[in-house]
């Protein structure tokens, strides 16, 4: 492991690359003491002669998940026109919970140049697309959704924009609303999270409940690391309430 993914404490692969490995280059370059885009690059060579190698499989990383998170969140946050300082102490604050407090340091260090950077979302959004299972783009999903909702108000740029990164990450319409509304009162949203009509039969709502389960299960993401379980429990447990709501609704 080279010297920066020592410092930030975790494992890179896909994003040393292409539009991700290139805003990372910026933010190293530009905003991180004793680190340079060279730097970089030697790490992304010595990477590849590794996994060639072992013939290893280039699966993705809890690094790989954690440098999309931060660039993804740069562009909900600047979506508005502002940068709100709310916004910037949620993404702190749930990389603390996640990380604990020196890696969620160094990784706001980085947040502060990739913030700064230019980015496509489509560009960035193809290449974690292709390295990077169904499971792990919901949990992106669900994470820009708590970023948009930290100054207490989800502003129609910010939906539009996550919106739009759902649809670049092959995240359907029904599976984004779904997440969508777990940010809000679940009691108006519990059908929506199940992603199924208020006339739905009770068969099709327990249907429905373990269809969820399943595709949410917190399992799916164990290959992420411990760290990236907590967002997955959240978003398990808002299903839960949802089909507790309707069950109490219906005397099921």
Known sequence: ?????????AGLGFTFG????????????????GFSDDDLKEEKREYRERTETRRERA????????????????????????????ELD?????????YGKERANNAFKLFKGIIKKKVSARQVCIQIRQNMSHASRLQLIHFLFGIAKADKYVS???VEEIRKIAGYLYINERDFESIKAM???????????????????????????????????????????????????????????????????RGL
Do not use: C
């Not at 990383?61 to 502002?82: N, P, R, T, Y």
């Not at 949620?90 to 996640?98: D, L, N, S, W, Y």
């Open 1 to 9: 492991m080279g010297k920066f993914t020592k410092w930030l404490g």
């Open 18 to 33: 292409g539009p991700i490995g290139a805003v990372l280059g910026f933010a190293i370059g530009s905003f991180v003491d």
């Open 59 to 86: 699966d993705t990383q809890s690094g790989d998940f954690e440098i999309s998170l931060l660039v993804l969140a740069s562009i909900v946050i600047k979506s508005d026109g502002k940068v709100d300082q709310r």
């Open 90 to 98: 949620f993404v702190r604050m749930q990389f603390v919970g996640m």
């Open 156 to 158: 129609e740029i910010e």
């Open 183 to 249: 940010f809000y009162d679940v009691s108006e949203n519990a059908y929506k999270i199940l992603e199924i009509e208020k006339s739905a039969t009770d068969k099709e709502i327990k249907t429905a409940y373990r269809k969820m389960v399943k595709k949410y299960h917190p399992d799916k993401l164990q290959g992420l690391g411990e760290e990236h379980l907590k967002g997955a429990n959240k978003k398990f447990q808002s299903i839960q309430a949802a089909y507790e709501k309707i069950k109490n609704e």
